[in-house]
């Protein structure tokens, strides 16, 4: 007991001080922001992506704790405590300074290739092919001057006394502590390469295997929303890894859920042509209005998808976007008369939209509040990522941008061929 607390008092102990560690776990934050918050989508999708981060994330500041400790100078070995690495005495054959770097040279490479997890070897390996030593480390970044700390390996390696025969080189005591350090660090090295596997995986899957045709899309129609909202939505999910444009159709329904003979439905958007994107894994909306006997009857609607085309943009989740009046320079609000409307796209990738002026009628008390007309605003319009456009207002709605309660923007696309 005596002989280890002489040894444990013996041992020289040199901080490394360097910011450069803490590269990946800024990174890996950054990079699942970009991936989220952004829309960067190269990635596969998010439920590989958040296990397979936090892996690599807690290795990664764990790793960044561990290289700050820089190295362990004993009676019996040096220790690299980024990857744990414990460097006998008898295999190491100089401690010397090469440039800018403290490199420690061993006799037996492959005894210190072992003494690490198999993915934190690479960089070994780059260390022995680069400065032909298993440790390289910048000398400028020690908390003691690297002569001195030489002078110490060299010190301490002279006084080593191996014990007798290879059976005393090959089997080391290892106070617990020590051996606990190895473990979790070869632990979490492992579970690293696994979370990078996992990200990986879901990258080959998006980018490889096609995804499915037909993505989910979920339907809910909402009657009325309460007062200073749009009346008579239909809300709209894709669920699906890819852009879509559904062309729909509609079943007027009462309360009973029985159909309304003799209704009709217009749309605002044109869902019902084809013309609403609805990006992956995103949500989008469309206004419906009813004609004909007991069109103020209709509760709800049963949605019938005719036919979807799958689109390449938006390539990923997309925000929904607005659409500010102008009258000149002057930014103006509904029933105020409009000349222009800027558009900014929030979204880190070039999309296409359209654009309708909403007119709405008065409604009876109790009533859901109807669209009268919806007007379109210009054609299709493309905004580069993250840029604003402005759109002049013409036509018929120049004329009318006072009766303009609503004006929206919404993802589409050219109008598909008629019968498509």
Same mark, same amino acid.
Not at 147 to 160: D, K, M, N, P, T
Not at 276 to 299: E, K, N
Not at 362 to 387: K, T, Y
């Given at each position: 007991?005596?002989?280890i607390s002489?040894? =444990?008092?013996?041992?020289?102990r040199i901080a490394y001080?360097?910011?450069a560690v803490?590269?990946w776990?800024?990174?890996?934050?950054v990079a699942?922001a970009?991936?989220?918050f952004?829309?960067?989508d190269?990635?596969?999708?998010?439920v590989?992506?958040?296990?397979?981060?936090?892996l690599?994330?807690?290795n990664?500041?764990?790793?960044?704790?561990?290289?700050?400790?820089?190295?362990?100078?004993?009676?019996?070995?040096i220790?690299?405590?980024?990857?744990e690495m414990?460097l006998?005495w008898?295999?190491v054959?100089a401690?010397?300074?090469?440039?800018?770097?403290l490199v420690?040279?061993v006799?037996e490479?492959?005894?210190?290739?072992?003494d690490?997890?198999?993915?934190?070897r690479p960089e070994v390996h780059?260390?022995?092919r680069?400065?032909?030593?298993?440790i390289?480390v910048?000398?400028?970044?020690?908390a003691?001057?690297a002569?001195e700390?030489?002078?110490?390996?060299?010190?301490?390696?002279?006084?080593?006394?191996p014990?007798s025969?290879?059976?005393g080189?090959?089997i080391?005591?290892t106070?617990p502590e020590?051996?606990?350090?190895?473990r979790?660090?070869?632990?979490?090295?492992t579970?690293?390469?696994?979370g990078l596997g996992?990200v990986?995986?879901?990258?080959v899957i998006v980018n490889?295997?096609p995804?499915?045709?037909?993505p989910?899309?979920a339907?809910?129609f909402?009657?009325t929303?309460?007062?200073?909202y749009?009346d008579q939505?239909?809300h709209m999910?894709?669920?699906?890894l890819?852009a879509?444009a559904?062309?729909?159709g509609?079943?007027?329904?009462?309360r009973?859920?029985?159909?309304?003979?003799?209704?009709?439905?217009r749309?605002a958007y044109?869902?019902d042509r084809?013309?609403?994107?609805?990006p992956?894994?995103s949500?989008g909306?469309?206004?419906l209005a009813?004609?004909g006997?007991g069109?103020r009857?209709v509760?709800?609607?049963?949605?019938?998808?005719r036919?979807?085309d799958?689109l390449r943009?938006?390539a990923?989740?997309a925000e929904e976007l607005? =659409?500010?009046?102008l009258?000149g320079?002057?930014?103006?609000e509904?029933?105020q008369?409009?000349?222009?409307?800027?558009?900014?796209n929030t979204?880190?990738v070039?999309?296409?939209?359209r654009?309708?002026?909403?007119?709405?009628?008065?409604?009876?008390?109790? =009533? =859901?509040?109807q669209m009268?007309r919806s007007?379109?605003?210009g054609g299709?319009?493309?905004?580069?990522a993250f840029?604003?456009?402005?759109?002049p207002?013409t036509g018929?709605?120049?004329?009318l941008?006072?009766?303009c309660?609503?004006?929206?923007?919404y993802?589409s696309?050219?109008?598909p061929?008629?019968g498509?």
């Amino acid at each position: 007991m005596t002989g280890i607390s002489t040894m =444990a008092s013996q041992d020289e102990r040199i901080a490394y001080r360097s910011h450069a560690v803490w590269f990946w776990p800024v990174f890996w934050p950054v990079a699942i922001a970009l991936r989220w918050f952004l829309g960067w989508d190269a990635g596969g999708p998010m439920v590989l992506w958040i296990p397979g981060i936090a892996l690599l994330e807690t290795n990664a500041i764990l790793t960044a704790l561990r290289a700050r400790r820089g190295l362990t100078l004993a009676a019996d070995e040096i220790t690299w405590h980024k990857y744990e690495m414990r460097l006998s005495w008898s295999n190491v054959t100089a401690v010397e300074q090469r440039g800018r770097r403290l490199v420690v040279r061993v006799g037996e490479p492959g005894q210190a290739l072992e003494d690490v997890a198999l993915p934190a070897r690479p960089e070994v390996h780059a260390n022995l092919r680069r400065f032909g030593a298993p440790i390289a480390v910048r000398a400028g970044r020690l908390a003691r001057p690297a002569a001195e700390v030489v002078e110490i390996a060299g010190r301490l390696r002279e006084a080593y006394e191996p014990s007798s025969g290879l059976k005393g080189f090959l089997i080391r005591d290892t106070p617990p502590e020590q051996e606990r350090a190895r473990r979790s660090a070869r632990l979490w090295i492992t579970l690293a390469s696994l979370g990078l596997g996992v990200v990986l995986f879901g990258a080959v899957i998006v980018n490889i295997v096609p995804s499915s045709p037909d993505p989910e899309i979920a339907f809910v129609f909402k009657r009325t929303t309460g007062p200073g909202y749009i009346d008579q939505v239909l809300h709209m999910t894709n669920y699906g890894l890819t852009a879509t444009a559904p062309t729909l159709g509609f079943v007027p329904l009462d309360r009973a859920g029985h159909v309304l003979p003799g209704v009709t439905v217009r749309t605002a958007y044109g869902s019902d042509r084809g013309l609403v994107v609805l990006p992956p894994r995103s949500p989008g909306i469309d206004v419906l209005a009813f004609d004909g006997p007991g069109f103020r009857d209709v509760a709800d609607v049963r949605v019938t998808v005719r036919h979807r085309d799958r689109l390449r943009r938006p390539a990923s989740a997309a925000e929904e976007l607005h =659409a500010r009046r102008l009258l000149g320079t002057r930014f103006t609000e509904a029933p105020q008369d409009f000349d222009t409307l800027l558009l900014h796209n929030t979204n880190g990738v070039a999309v296409t939209v359209r654009m309708v002026c909403i007119l709405w009628e008065d409604p009876p008390p109790g =009533a =859901a509040q109807q669209m009268l007309r919806s007007l379109p605003i210009g054609g299709l319009v493309s905004i580069a990522a993250f840029d604003e456009i402005r759109v002049p207002v013409t036509g018929p709605v120049r004329s009318l941008a006072r009766g303009c309660g609503s004006v929206k923007v919404y993802y589409s696309r050219p109008a598909p061929p008629v019968g498509a």
